[in-house]
């Protein structure tokens, strides 16, 4: 769960994100995921291969 909105650009690797539903969902280089729901259990995650993943998250104001 995120502290605040936020943008998370990923920039190098692939991760793998686990939603509460367990849904899982896929991500890599050039994703950008607007992260807005701040309550409930949140996501696990999960690095894919061998590459380090590198994000840039960028907190939005209220």
Known sequence: TAPRRQYSI???GSVELGLPDGTLKQ???G???LAEDMT???HSTRV???EDR???IIP???
Do not use: E, K, Q
Request: overall charge negative.
């Open 60 to 62: 939005l104001s209220d």
């Open 31 to 33: 994703t950008v995921l």
């Open 48 to 50: 894919i291969g061998d």
């Open 10 to 12: 990923s920039l190098t």
């Open 27 to 29: 991500y890599g280089p």
């Open 40 to 42: 409930g259990t949140g």
């Open 54 to 56: 590198f994000t840039i």
